[in-house]
């Protein structure tokens, strides 16, 4: 069976036979795959009246443990945004009721964002069928293939720069 990845380089095999282009055969199809997972994911976020960016700032927030509270900055760095972005998601969770911000009570240039109960909830409920949808896209895969591919994604991650550090 065939993709759309090998038509290309078939296509490119046959005008390009001087050129080298199996890098294309992995960059083509995780830009594929991340097309697809995304409009499937965004199916499931919108369900329940999210998008990604809202989950993931929800998510983060619910995974960081009680008090489930986190500064923008660090809010920023572990959904790897942009302030304008992450002050904007922000407002559009405060405004629904599903996080706060309040003032440090010790710096009053720091800012903590917390989920509501509301928020947390929401969360709660759309985990599961996030990972729902997940394992969904995933089911053509084995366990043993499923861990091959996220150990080899972890390399190639890593060695573009994106380390938890």
């Excluded at 509501?116 to 759309?126: I, K, N, P, S």
């Amino acid at each position: 069976m065939a993709d759309h990845v090998d038509r290309v380089l078939e296509q490119w095999g046959a005008h390009r036979p001087d050129l080298d282009v199996s890098p294309m055969a992995v960059i083509g199809r995780l830009s594929r795959a991340s097309r697809l997972i995304s409009a499937e994911l965004r199916r499931t976020f919108a369900a329940h009246g999210l998008d990604a960016a809202s989950f993931d700032v929800l998510a983060t927030l619910r995974r960081s443990g009680p008090p489930h509270r986190l500064t923008p900055a660090e809010l920023m760095r572990a959904a790897m945004v942009t302030s304008g972005a992450i002050t904007q998601r922000l407002d559009r969770l405060q405004a629904a009721g599903l996080v706060t911000r309040t003032p440090s009570a010790s710096d009053g240039r720091v800012v903590h964002v917390a989920l509501t109960d509301e928020g947390r909830a929401l969360v709660d409920r759309v985990l599961p069928d996030h990972v729902a949808t997940e394992r969904r896209l995933l089911a053509a895969l084995t366990g043993a293939q499923r861990d091959d591919l996220a150990d080899t994604l972890r390399h190639l991650l890593e060695s573009l720069g994106d380390t938890a550090d």
